[in-house]
């Protein structure tokens, strides 16, 4: 079962994201440490597409490395 787009926009605000201005329907997040914007589509409660999962997924996990690096 697909996750909503609820539930990425709060995993990429608890790891650090912040929302920028989107167009529509989309909405830009970025993180302090990372050079990249994700890029959200949709309504909170519509099911989230799989390369919209991939996408936070990766995200969150090179916020990760980054702090992780710099930890030591």
Do not use: C
């Not at 990425?8 to 167009?23: H, P, Y």
């Not at 302090?32 to 390369?51: H, M, N, Q």
């Amino acid at each position: 079962m697909p996750r909503k787009i609820r539930d990425l926009v709060r995993d990429l605000e608890d790891a650090g994201f912040k929302e920028r201005r989107g167009k529509g329907s989309h909405r830009n997040f970025r993180h302090p440490l990372l050079a990249k914007v994700v890029t959200i589509a949709g309504r909170d409660g519509e099911d989230a597409k799989r390369y919209l999962e991939q996408a936070v997924r990766l995200a969150i996990n090179e916020v990760n490395q980054w702090r992780r690096a710099t930890d030591t």
